[in-house]
């Protein structure tokens, strides 16, 4: 066939980089003390910017998990199949720790280290993080019971991949899910019907159904249900100690908007058997932690897609031209895209330092425990509300190539609203936030101190500040008020950080636009004098 065209003014493929080389990423992790991380860290980076990374991600995308509920033979198998790429991408999270490293590393800094590192692979594929944020969380609800937790947290924490339903003691490494929500209840967990009847040596059995359970092929799971004292939190393995299968049915996967790599399911437990975890009537107080943990990474995650997202925009801004010049220098286009860093750095900024005040609560620190209990609330209602319309604004920098699936931007748009929903969606991360402040006041005070770190740096973060305490003072109609109260107690923590430990030009870009009210409703409305050149230089590879 002749050539009709030839082909010019196209964007080269976005491979060949260092993920890991992103300035806001290494200046949290080495006030963290997790700088002994930084050469793994760049290795995990130099591979999810590969094209051999890009096509783990697109496969595992493109052939979608299967459920096999029966063999050929007509025996039940309750089973889910993976694209081998699946598998590649679980292998390498795993192989570096992201799973559950933190647990048995004694180095200072270790779950600051774990969530660069998460941060750094969610770039190339957010599907297979949930399983991998589900292990990393069960530890902490498991060590509540010490024979639970010696028996399955060296193989939780082991750096080997081994996927199949085998007995978990005959197995190199776990995997860890959660199955809380019911039909009937949804977030509200002290709805749920499914039952748990205790047996003579021990254990229970457990009868009901599941709603929402990702990552069934998971080798244990941690579910509440109701026992005689109350609502608890069980341990249900896929395979039992003899080698038969645990009556826990996959009635069917659920058909996402997003997240198409990873299977999720609706489940039935047919008198499954379980081991309590935590006391009985105390499901809620023992699943907690856990929960806390996958809040952490439902924030580094929103984070995560925010640079991926701001990356590829700036990359085709900076090969693509129109109208005479390259995207990139034009003014609009030029504040869009540093508007859409600004953003990232704030979401990276915060999500690192509650991964550092993890750390600091766990080695005892008081004080960094109540930094983290409110904001890990609030930031996790913000940056993962902010993260689709990032997604929105990134994709559409690439203009119709943006829409396109190859492109890879609409993966990222879909999948951009899951962890807003994902451990409460929004009004539940924000009335959490509110319910920490009632029960316990002295968390306002830490974030407020924490905030106030940065005091007189910023005329207009101490504006924003004096008014955040007037409304914290104003108790009517609190609940009504509670998101807009939760928002500004979020913007008030990005800036902080970025004022004190953020790069300058993206410090005064967005105090002068997120705090002192000259932006608009959209991205690519900041300020006049906004020096974007050194913005977007923060994320140009």
Request: with cysteine; proline share 5%; glycine share 10%.
């Amino acid at each position: 066939m002749a050539a009709t065209h030839e082909v010019t003014n196209q964007v080269p493929d976005p491979f060949g980089h260092d993920v890991a080389a992103d300035p806001t990423l290494l200046a949290a992790l080495h006030r963290a003390g997790a700088g002994w991380a930084e050469e793994d860290l760049h290795r995990l980076g130099v591979l999810a910017g590969s094209e051999q990374a890009w096509d783990w991600a697109r496969g595992a995308n493109d052939h979608p998990p299967v459920l096999r509920t029966h063999d050929r033979y007509g025996h039940r198998v309750d089973e889910v199949e993976f694209h081998p790429y699946w598998h590649e991408l679980m292998r390498t999270a795993v192989s570096h720790g992201l799973h559950a490293a933190p647990w048995r590393e004694t180095r200072p800094g270790a779950h600051t280290a774990r969530a660069a590192k998460f941060y750094v692979w969610g770039q190339v594929e957010a599907g297979h993080t949930c399983p991998v944020s589900m292990t990393y969380a069960a530890v902490p609800a498991l060590r509540t019971t010490p024979e639970l937790a010696s028996w399955l947290e060296p193989l939780l924490a082991s750096t080997e991949y081994d996927f199949g339903l085998r007995e978990p003691h005959g197995k190199r490494g776990l995997i860890a899910g959660m199955s809380m929500t019911e039909k009937q209840g949804g977030s509200d967990v002290r709805a749920n019907t499914t039952t748990a009847a205790p047996q003579p040596d021990g254990t229970y059995r457990l009868v009901g159904h599941k709603w929402f359970t990702s990552a069934p092929m998971s080798d244990v799971f941690l579910t509440l249900a109701q026992a005689p004292g109350g609502l608890s939190c069980f341990l249900l393995p896929r395979v039992l100690p003899d080698g038969s299968r645990n009556p826990i049915r996959l009635q069917r996967l659920k058909d996402k908007l997003g997240n198409k790599s990873n299977a999720s399911s609706e489940i039935e437990y047919e008198d499954a058997v379980g081991w309590l975890v935590g006391e009985e009537g105390r499901g809620v107080r023992t699943i907690i932690e856990m929960v806390n943990m996958t809040r952490l990474d439902c924030t580094v995650g929103a984070a995560s897609g925010m640079r991926y997202g701001a990356f590829r925009a700036v990359q085709h801004a900076t090969h693509r031209r129109a109208f005479g010049a390259a995207l990139v220098d034009q003014p609009l286009m030029r504040n869009v895209l540093a508007d859409l860093v600004v953003e990232s750095e704030a979401a990276t900024a915060v999500a690192m330092r509650l991964a550092e005040s993890t750390d600091q609560a766990l080695a005892g620190d008081e004080q960094a425990a109540l930094v983290r209990r409110l904001g890990l609330a609030v930031a996790k209602y913000w940056v993962c509300k902010r993260g689709p319309m990032h997604a929105a604004e990134a994709l559409e920098c690439l203009g119709g190539n943006g829409y396109v699936e190859e492109s890879g931007m609409p993966r990222l748009y879909r999948e951009a609203p899951l962890v807003s929903i994902w451990e409460g969606s929004g009004n539940v991360a924000a009335l959490d936030a509110l319910r920490a402040m009632a029960r316990q006041p002295a968390v306002v005070e830490a974030l407020l101190g924490e905030i106030d770190l940065a005091s007189g740096a910023d005329r207009r973060l101490d504006a924003a500040v004096a008014g955040l305490r007037k409304q914290l003072g104003d108790t009517s109609d609190l609940e009504y008020r509670t998101r807009r109260l939760v928002e500004q107690l979020a913007l008030a923590f990005q800036g902080s950080l970025l004022v004190r430990h953020g790069s300058p030009a993206v410090a005064d870009a967005f105090c002068a636009s997120r705090l002192g009210g000259d932006h608009g409703g959209a991205f690519g409305t900041l300020p006049v004098g906004a020096d974007t050149g050194a913005i977007l230089d923060r994320v140009r590879p």
